[in-house]
């Protein structure tokens, strides 16, 4: 069955510092997607980033990275230079077509906490 | 760049009552996916839709129904309010590229339902 899991509920980082957000994903299907995104507090979802399963190469988009281990089935989001605005929650989330359509499954979300 | 739009933003109903809640997609973009998110919840899939047709269903409850009109904009129908329906309603789209699971989801602001 295909699950996401974000194991830290919490976390929190020093202003400009680097932080990695963990995931880790289980599917059979070898044709998938993995994302991420942001949701302030103020509720909407913000696509962040995206891997898919036969990317060569680690995604990287201005600040965020995707640190993408496939034998370890780990799809980890580090964000570089962290500023305030970055508090938020941020969730993984998987697609694949092993359903025959392309819903996202969620992980439970890691809250992100920058300090000034 | 146009995002998914949803109206309306809040909605307060009463238990028993009905609600419509719309979503119009980001333009060229045919596939649509009703989200539903609890308080302190990762949002879970209602119902989706590719051209006007339903193309996956999730744990959407017999008293929601959904439908995708021909400009590809979607309503998501709820009856018999109960107090646990309660929850930030997302909608997403997507476009196909190769019809396999790379199609980033753009989520709309969301719907925020409170039911009283």
């Known amino acids: 069955a295909q699950k996401i899991t974000q194991t830290q509920p919490g976390m929190f980082v020093q202003e400009k510092e680097a932080v990695t957000l963990d995931c880790t994903y289980d599917t059979s299907d070898p044709s998938y997607g993995l994302f991420w995104y942001k949701q302030p507090s103020s509720g909407e979802m913000i696509f962040l980033i995206y891997q898919g399963s036969y990317d060569q190469q680690n995604a990287t988009e201005g600040r965020y990275s995707l640190n993408f281990q496939k034998a370890r089935k780990s799809a980890n989001l580090v964000i570089s230079a962290s500023q305030l605005g970055d508090s938020a929650m941020y969730f993984c989330?998987?697609?694949?077509?092993?359903?025959?359509?392309?819903?996202?499954?969620f992980g439970t979300g890691t809250r992100l906490k920058v300090l000034a | 760049a146009a995002g998914v739009i949803q109206s309306p933003r809040h909605l307060i109903k009463e238990k028993r009552e009905t609600a419509t809640l719309k979503c119009y997609p980001i333009?060229?973009?045919?596939?649509v996916y009703w989200y539903q998110q609890g308080p302190g919840q990762d949002p879970q899939f209602l119902i989706s839709f590719y051209e006007k047709m339903q193309s996956d269903k999730g744990s959407i409850p017999d008293r929601f129904s959904a439908q995708q009109f021909s400009d590809y904009h979607s309503e998501l129908n709820m009856s018999s309010l109960e107090l646990g329906d309660s929850a930030l309603y997302f909608c997403?789209?997507?476009?196909?590229?190769?019809?396999?699971?790379?199609?980033?989801?753009?989520f709309g602001p969301g719907t925020r339902l409170t039911v009283l």
């Open positions: 333009p060229r973009h045919d596939t």
């Open positions: 989330a998987m697609r694949d077509s092993s359903s025959g359509t392309y819903k996202y499954i």
């Open positions: 997403a789209s997507s476009r196909p590229t190769s019809g396999g699971p790379t199609d980033t989801q753009y």
